[in-house]
Every structure is written in structure tokens, then in C-alpha cells.
């Protein structure tokens, strides 16, 4: 199983940023996938998790509000939409699929993860 990120970059504090993932080597429609992000020196958190339908979804407290996660069944595609972007989310942000069908927010639960992309929110 294959995944991988595009998308980061360097924005402005305020500004919005569309992070995907590209899914390959399993059956994509049948399990949950979610982002996670790690910032310099702290352990990787959960940002958002969707499930193999869609309509579940779940999102950190942080950065409910501000981010949407979305699934394309067909082009085998994860995407997070962040808006009103802030310094805090500064962090390598990395995709991966769950071992289920949930939406989750469990680092455990998740088999496979990519190999992260950068944001970097400016102030």
C-alpha cells in the first residue's frame, strides 16, 4: 500500500491550503483515512479521520471549524481543506489509511501512513 502526499507549502497566516493523498496497492473505498501532524519536538496528533462512507467524519478540536476532510472513492483520493490557517498548525502533516471502516481517531487502528508533507503557516 502506497501513500502520498502533496500540497504543502509555505502560506500566510489567514491563508487556506488543500493537502491530497494519493492511495494505491488496496481496495481504497472499503476503509477509513485520516491526517495526522507532527510539529517540531511534540508527538504526532490527530487532525481529522473520515470513514469509508464519508458521512463519518471526526476532527481535533483544533482545528474543527477550520479544516474539512473529503474522500474521492473513485480516484482514489484523501484531501484536507484548511482555511484561516495560523502559525500553530505549522507541522509535517501526514496521510493514512485505518485497518477499518471508521472514521477514527486511534494512531494504532491506522496501518499505513505517508511519508508526510510540510506546511509551514507564517505569521
Known amino acids: 500500500v502506497q501513500l502520498v502526499e502533496s500540497g504543502g507549502g509555505l502560506v500566510q497566516a489567514g491563508g487556506s491550503l488543500r493537502l491530497s493523498c494519493a492511495v494505491s496497492?488496496?481496495?481504497?473505498?472499503?476503509?477509513?483515512m485520516g491526517w495526522f501532524r507532527q510539529a517540531p519536538g511534540k508527538e504526532r496528533e490527530f487532525v481529522a479521520g473520515?470513514?469509508?462512507?464519508?458521512?463519518?467524519?471526526s476532527y481535533a478540536s483544533s482545528v474543527k471549524g477550520r479544516s474539512t476532510i473529503s474522500r474521492d472513492n473513485a480516484k482514489n483520493m484523501v484531501y484536507l481543506q484548511m482555511n484561516s490557517l495560523k502559525p500553530g498548525d505549522t507541522a509535517v502533516y501526514y496521510c493514512?489509511?485505518?485497518?477499518?471502516?471508521?472514521?477514527?481517531?486511534?494512531?494504532?487502528?491506522?496501518?499505513?501512513w505517508g511519508q508526510g508533507v510540510q506546511v509551514t503557516v507564517s505569521s
Open positions: 473520515i470513514g469509508w462512507s464519508s458521512s463519518m467524519t
Open positions: 493514512a489509511a485505518s485497518r477499518f471502516a471508521r472514521a477514527t481517531d486511534r494512531e494504532n487502528e491506522y496501518g499505513y
Open positions: 496497492g488496496r481496495t481504497f473505498s472499503n476503509y477509513g
